[in-house]
């Protein structure tokens, strides 16, 4: 039974930086795709980032790149994503979310529907 929770939100001014962290357990295979979504009031959930358990390899939307940086330490079960640059447009709930799948798909990895699992989120609010 795979469980995820997010942590690390917080309040935080324009041009600021957090570093949120996803604990993951019970992930039973060796391959996952792991991402990050966030999600506004009244918006579509939306995929950042999303990182291949297996190789590493990472993926990160035209919209955050540069500022948003993702990262995994798998002796931890642990994701992380790392943003810099806080804009009051990236207030949003952020959630984990993993699929058991060998890497991320090049052409879907920000679809939330590829995704099994699911965090409860972090709030992130920039003013």
């Known amino acids: 039974h795979v469980q995820l929770v997010e942590s690390g939100g917080g309040s935080v001014q324009a041009g600021g930086s957090l570093r949120l962290s996803c604990a993951a357990s019970?992930?039973?295979?060796?391959?996952?795709?792991m991402g990050w979504f966030r999600q506004a009031p009244g918006k579509e959930r939306e995929g950042v980032a999303a990182?291949?358990?297996?190789?590493?390899?990472?993926y990160h939307a035209d919209s955050v790149k540069g500022r948003f940086t993702i990262s995994q330490d798998n002796a931890k079960n642990a994701l992380y994503l790392e943003i810099n640059g806080l804009k009051p447009e990236d207030s949003a709930t952020y959630y984990c979310?993993?699929?058991?799948?060998?890497?991320?798909?090049?052409?879907?990895?920000?679809?939330?529907?590829?995704?099994?699992?699911w965090g409860p989120g972090t709030q992130v609010t920039v003013s």
């Open positions: 979310a993993a699929e058991p799948a060998y890497g991320c798909a090049s052409e879907s990895w920000s679809r939330d529907w590829r995704y099994n699992y």
């Open positions: 990182i291949s358990r297996s190789d590493g390899r990472a």
């Open positions: 019970g992930l039973t295979y060796s391959t996952y795709c």
